[in-house]
């Protein structure tokens, strides 16, 4: 087998998707290595559960820093001690500036709650309700300056039905999200799907289209 791909996953809260890929690591789905999980909360409870399986934990508090730009530089020393592959966000509530972005240009992934360019920011269940959408999804993007934007590398659909709340599509998405990430690292880590510096993705994998990833 080729060496893992090695990952810095970045979090703010509960980390079930972090939890997703290191249950596929450790399943022998997913060739990947976490090299640490950094997380701007330090009660964020996806922390413990990189304890649990022995990952190096760190916390970079924003509320340490005097602005954006020393708290951008604070996580990006913090990362580049242990020079990963990729950096995956995974419920990591607060947008990279320019400089860290370019660092690791085109080697950051998000996963965000709706099917973009639809629905970017907060809140997206509740929007979609409100605007009684009859479909949701999920999305994995390349990470830029902007928010939520950069190139789509898959998404994930599922229907809205009419009695649905917010709670429901927070499993629905959920249900989805932890299908979707560790697939997507492994045909990175397998080199199903190539992204090159320029930003551009070769991929023998639909997007956009409904994906069993079991
Ligand atoms: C996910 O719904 C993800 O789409 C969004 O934040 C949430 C994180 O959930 N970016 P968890 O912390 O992985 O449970």
New binding site residues.
């Given amino acids: 087998m080729s060496e893992p791909i090695n990952l810095v996953v970045f979090?703010?809260?509960?980390?079930?998707?972090?939890?997703a890929i290191i249950d596929a690591i450790e399943c022998g789905q997913l060739n990947a290595r976490i090299q640490a999980v950094i997380s701007d909360e330090a009660d964020a409870y996806?922390l413990a559960r990189a304890e649990l399986h022995d990952i190096t934990g760190v916390v970079v508090d924003h509320r340490n820093y005097n602005n954006r730009n020393e708290f951008d530089q604070a996580l990006l020393q913090n990362v580049n001690q242990f020079n990963p592959d990729y950096i995956v966000?995974?419920?990591?509530?607060r947008m990279l500036d320019p400089d860290f972005v370019e660092a690791y240009q085109n080697r950051i992934f998000?996963?965000?709650?709706s099917i973009l360019p639809n629905y970017k920011g907060l809140n997206t269940h509740r929007r979609v309700l409100e605007n009684r959408e009859k479909e949701h999804g999920?999305s994995i993007h390349l990470v830029t300056a902007a928010l939520d934007d950069g190139p789509i590398l898959l998404q994930g659909r599922y229907p809205v039905e009419q009695d649905d709340k917010v709670e429901d599509l927070?499993y629905k998405?959920?249900e989805l999200?932890h299908r979707m990430y560790p697939a997507l690292l492994q045909w990175i880590s397998q080199g199903d799907m190539v992204i090159l510096d320029n930003g551009i993705v070769f991929q023998n994998r639909p997007i956009n289209q409904p994906v069993s990833f079991k």
């Fill in positions: 979090i703010s809260g509960n980390g079930s998707n972090l939890q996806g966000l995974a419920g990591f509530m998000n996963i965000h709650p999920v927070q998405g959920h999200e």
